[in-house]
């Protein structure tokens, strides 16, 4: 038997619902030579008869009944089907595979995906953490949607649009006797220097800038996290450069002193996609949530600026 012909399922249905051709065809805004039409070909389609009249008025045969039973069901998933559909065109449903770098998903991003989910709940939002590399490797490879990763990016199959540039300040133990204004590389130089893992980019940036100075130390201790970097800090076991937004946007933390560099170092911030790639709604509003991070001006001694509210949470 040929696939159901919806248009023909729902004239079954009126036809039995209203017991009468000509009601059904009003209903449908049809002819009723129309309705009598659809009513053959399917019961041609079924090879039996699913309607019989009695008197004037039209009734379901046993086989029209069991039909009716499955079509009430097939018409109402169709419609819940294009409902579905129509959500993923107007950006209220879908899945989002974000790749984010660690600092930025634990102290810029969650107020962000709070009011992605809050304005669009039906949007599905998957955040995987990883390198500025990992992140570029799995956006070509179609594994991520978009990245929001430190810049810059190197393969030419990405576009990346900056979106905030932050200092890299750092934070020294209240304890320590001398504590300078702003932090050169030959203060560093003095003290016991805690970094982040190797894997992180501002780990190089804080090595280049370093060494740009003609300093090369090399750090005492290393954390894979920069919430236990601002905890070894705390106990005194040293200093650490870490990104601003670590300590205006994390919580705060008990005897640790923020200094800015001199000269300054700062870290840029961008959303990235593979070139030329499709962008469906919920994507596109994902990635419009994330650049309202932009700022107009860079944190000073970790202290937040001033921003205006994000569209997304005003709507």
């Keep these: 038997m040929r696939n159901l012909n919806l248009d023909q399922l729902r004239a079954l249905i009126e036809v039995v619902e209203l017991g009468s051709f000509t009601e059904a065809a009003k209903r449908l805004h049809l002819t009723q030579p ?4 659809q009513i053959r070909e399917l019961e041609n389609r079924c090879g ?5 009249r009695v008197g004037k008025r039209a009734f379901a045969t046993p086989a029209g009944r069991e039909l009716i039973l499955h079509g009430r069901r097939i018409i109402a998933e169709t419609e819940q089907a294009l409902v579905a559909v129509y959500q993923h065109k107007e950006g209220a449903a879908g899945r989002v595979h974000l790749g984010a770098g660690p600092t930025a998903l ?3 991003l969650p107020s962000v995906l709070r009011n992605v989910r809050n304005e669009h709940p039906k949007i599905e939002i998957v955040v995987t953490t990883g390198t500025t590399h990992s992140i570029s490797d ?5 594994e991520l949607d978009l990245g929001f990763t ?4 190197e ?3 990405l576009d ?8 890299m300040v750092a934070i020294l133990p209240g304890t320590d006797p001398e504590i300078p204004d702003k932090v050169t590389p030959a203060d560093v130089a003095q003290r016991t220097l805690i970094l982040e893992y190797q894997r992180v980019p501002h780990r190089q940036l804080s090595r280049a800038w370093l060494h740009a100075a003609g300093v090369n130390v090399r750090p005492a201790m290393e954390f894979d996290g ?5 905890s070894a800090v705390s106990a005194g076991l040293g200093m650490s450069i870490v990104p601003g937004p670590s300590m205006s946007e994390g919580p705060p933390m008990n005897s640790v002193v923020v200094r800015p560099l001199d000269p300054p170092l700062t870290r840029t911030l961008g959303v990235v996609a593979k070139r030329g790639r499709a962008e469906p709604p919920a994507l596109r509003i994902v990635r419009e949530a994330i650049m309202t991070l932009r700022s107009d001006e860079s944190e000073v001694d970790g202290r937040r600026p001033k921003r205006s509210r994000s569209p997304v949470a005003a709507r």
């Design 34 to 37: 129309a309705i009598s039409q």
């Design 48 to 52: 039996l008869d699913l309607v019989e």
């Design 106 to 108: 634990i102290y810029l």
């Design 138 to 142: 799995a956006l070509l490879s179609n």
């Design 150 to 153: 430190a810049l810059p990016v």
């Design 155 to 157: 393969s030419p199959d």
């Design 160 to 167: 990346a649009v900056p979106v905030r540039t932050d200092p």
């Design 226 to 230: 920069i919430e236990a970097i601002k």
